[in-house]
């Protein structure tokens, strides 16, 4: 933020941001991306045999666990991360500033589940903000309580779906059986069936048959988060990132340097094996039970993607000038442009109301499309900021958090 001299709170400017940020922000993107779009290709609801039937069947075999075993569930700690330590920017600087720190907050975090809902029922069901929001809206909470609270109680939140999945496991109850009935019936209503799940999408020829599919998507999704306990476990990395934030860590790597060489070492030793076991559990359908697949989650998921954060620090330390770098930064300076533009990519890539091409790539091949998505993304963002401040969305989303209008393009700061 930046103080226009009445004491009131507006956007960081440029020159005050940390770029280590912007680049984990990037890196984040990228991985998110390789994630999702085998869900916009349709290929993760293909039936079996059409998977076996794929000219790139063998090779998806292996991508799929090394999605698994690389990809799934670091990316989004490392983006439940940043966020916990945005809040605390976001409150330290208004409050430095003497402004309402929590009143800028709630309303940033209202105006993100907004935009959250929409992408959730209009483009993608498969959308994490609204849930982003609404944990988020709990963070204030913890703003006077001590580092050895907040960190219990973060230590406690990424146990507890360990707690609770044995428990479901012992009593035999399924959590989510409402909404699993609820979306049955949307299906019974709208047509859509087992048969044709997988191809729904790729044959919809209007809009009108894409946000039928949404809707019963949506309920997919809160299902989803209620099996794997997904709040508990945003929440718990929520406030690992705020107590990143309030010590400012971003802003003292080079201080830092000791402890990050040990968190890489630590956490790629502990969190590798046991990423390609927990790979090998998913892949296999979860042969040990739930409760046990959700202590190989914690256990192999969170140290990765810890280890990750570590590693991008200790390399930036190195070669803070590098391309590379530059390319994950601007992309982490436009996330939620970024993040939307993806599913938007999605449905024109995929969807029968854009190329159609859902439903007939390979894991693969899907994976090569997410990458040069990111890509091209990295490409046109820095060619954007080279004359704007904000992505589009952030620059809408600023002026509504704080009631100003922003100049769009860039000035002398």
């Known amino acids: 933020m930046?103080?226009?001299?009445?004491?009131?709170?507006?956007?960081?400017?440029?020159?005050?941001?940390?770029?280590?940020?912007?680049?984990?922000?990037?890196?984040?993107?990228?991985?998110?991306?390789?994630?999702?779009?085998p869900e916009f290709a349709l290929y993760t609801f293909l039936p079996g045999e059409a998977v076996a039937a794929m000219p790139t069947a063998k090779a998806d075999c292996v991508a799929r666990w090394v999605q698994y075993m690389l990809i799934d569930g670091k990316f989004y700690t490392i983006f439940s991360l940043l966020?916990?330590?945005?809040?605390?920017?976001?409150?330290?600087?208004?409050?430095?500033?003497?402004?309402?720190?929590?009143?800028?907050?709630?309303?940033?975090?209202?105006?993100?589940?907004?935009?959250?809902?929409?992408?959730?029922?209009?483009?993608?069901?498969?959308?994490?903000?609204?849930?982003?929001?609404?944990?988020?809206?709990?963070l204030p909470l913890f703003r006077n309580a001590t580092d050895r609270i907040i960190l219990s109680w973060a230590v406690a939140m990424l146990l507890l779906p360990v707690a609770v999945d044995t428990a479901a496991q012992l009593a035999g109850i399924y959590l989510s059986a409402p909404v699993v009935e609820m979306q049955q019936h949307c299906c019974s209503l709208y047509?859509?069936?087992?048969?044709?799940?997988?191809?729904?999408?790729?044959?919809?020829?209007?809009?009108?048959?894409?946000?039928?599919?949404?809707?019963?998507?949506?309920?997919?999704?809160?299902q989803e988060f209620i099996d794997g306990n997904r709040y508990f476990k945003v929440l718990g990395l929520f406030l690992i990132g705020y107590c990143i934030g309030r010590h400012r860590l971003y802003a003292r790597l080079e201080e830092f340097r000791p402890l990050l060489r040990r968190l890489a070492v630590g956490c790629l030793a502990a969190g590798l094996p046991l990423s390609a076991?927990?790979?090998?559990?998913?892949?296999?359908?979860?042969?040990?039970?739930?409760a046990c697949h959700s202590v190989l989650y914690v256990l192999s998921v969170y140290p990765t993607g810890m280890a990750y954060v570590a590693l991008l620090c200790l390399t930036y330390l190195r070669v803070r000038g590098c391309i590379v770098f530059r390319m994950f930064a601007a992309p982490g300076r436009m996330a939620l442009t970024c993040y939307i533009g993806q599913s938007v990519v999605g449905i024109l890539i995929f969807y029968g109301i854009g190329l159609g091409l859902g439903a007939s790539m390979g894991l693969v091949q899907v994976i090569a499309v997410a990458?040069?998505?990111?890509?091209?993304?990295?490409?046109?963002?820095?060619?954007?900021?080279?004359?704007?401040?904000?992505?589009?969305?952030?620059?809408?989303?600023?002026?509504?958090?704080?009631?100003?209008?922003?100049?769009?393009?860039?000035?002398?700061?």
């Open 2 to 37: 930046e103080n226009n001299g009445t004491g009131s709170a507006m956007p960081v400017k440029a020159s005050e941001r940390y770029m280590i940020l912007d680049i984990l922000r990037g890196f984040a993107l990228m991985g998110i991306a390789v994630a999702n779009f």
């Open 191 to 222: 047509g859509i069936t087992d048969a044709n799940f997988a191809y729904w999408l790729r044959d919809a020829a209007d809009y009108h048959a894409v946000h039928q599919f949404l809707v019963q998507g949506a309920l997919v999704r809160v």
């Open 277 to 290: 076991i927990y790979a090998w559990s998913a892949v296999a359908g979860h042969p040990w039970g739930n």
């Open 371 to 413: 990458v040069a998505t990111f890509v091209v993304q990295a490409l046109l963002c820095a060619v954007w900021l080279r004359w704007f401040r904000f992505g589009p969305l952030e620059w809408i989303w600023r002026m509504l958090t704080y009631g100003k209008t922003f100049s769009l393009l860039k000035k002398e700061e």
């Open 83 to 138: 966020f916990g330590i945005g809040f605390s920017i976001i409150i330290s600087n208004a409050m430095c500033r003497g402004a309402d720190g929590l009143k800028i907050f709630y309303r940033r975090m209202a105006i993100l589940a907004a935009i959250g809902l929409l992408h959730l029922m209009l483009l993608w069901s498969g959308d994490i903000l609204l849930l982003y929001a609404l944990m988020g809206m709990l």
